[in-house]
Nanobody, 123 residues
Framework: QVQLVESGGGLVQFGGSLRLSCAASGRTLARYTMGWFRQAPGKDREFVAAITWNGGRLFYQDSVKGRFIISRDNAKATVYLQMNSVKPEDTAVYYC????????????????WGQGTQVTVSS
């Protein structure tokens, strides 16, 4: 079992920055690909970014490329999402998740989920 806890959400102005953290406990984080997803009100949960177990490969949704950066520190069992140049459409609950499968874009490939942290971007 892996327990994931997100933090760092809040209210941020258009064009500002925010860093989300996802702290893991339980099984070692290093064996998992980690992903960030988000869900806006009335919309489906969607993929945002993912990072392989050693940080060697990064993946992003097109709408966040060049603005968001995913990273991880396996020694601290923590995954980060640096959000820059945020827009109102980034407003959502952000979730981190862990998977040991190769299907990192698929929600159903992730076995463990955090409870989410709210990010609200004001215009």
């Amino acid at each position: 079992q892996v327990q994931l806890v997100e933090s760092g959400g809040g209210l941020v102005q258009f064009g500002g920055s925010l860093r989300l953290s996802c702290a893991a406990s339980g099984r070692t984080l290093a064996r998992y690909t980690m992903g960030w997803f988000r869900q806006a009100p009335g919309k489906d949960r969607e993929f945002v970014a993912a990072i392989t177990w050693n940080g060697g490969r990064l993946f992003y949704q097109d709408s966040v490329k060049g603005r968001f950066i995913i990273s991880r520190d396996n020694a601290k069992a923590t995954v980060y999402l640096q959000m820059n140049s945020v827009k109102p459409e980034d407003t959502a609950v952000y979730y981190c998740a862990a998977t040991d499968s190769g299907s990192l874009y698929r929600i159903d490939a992730y076995d463990y989920w955090g409870q989410g942290t709210q990010v609200t971007v004001s215009s």
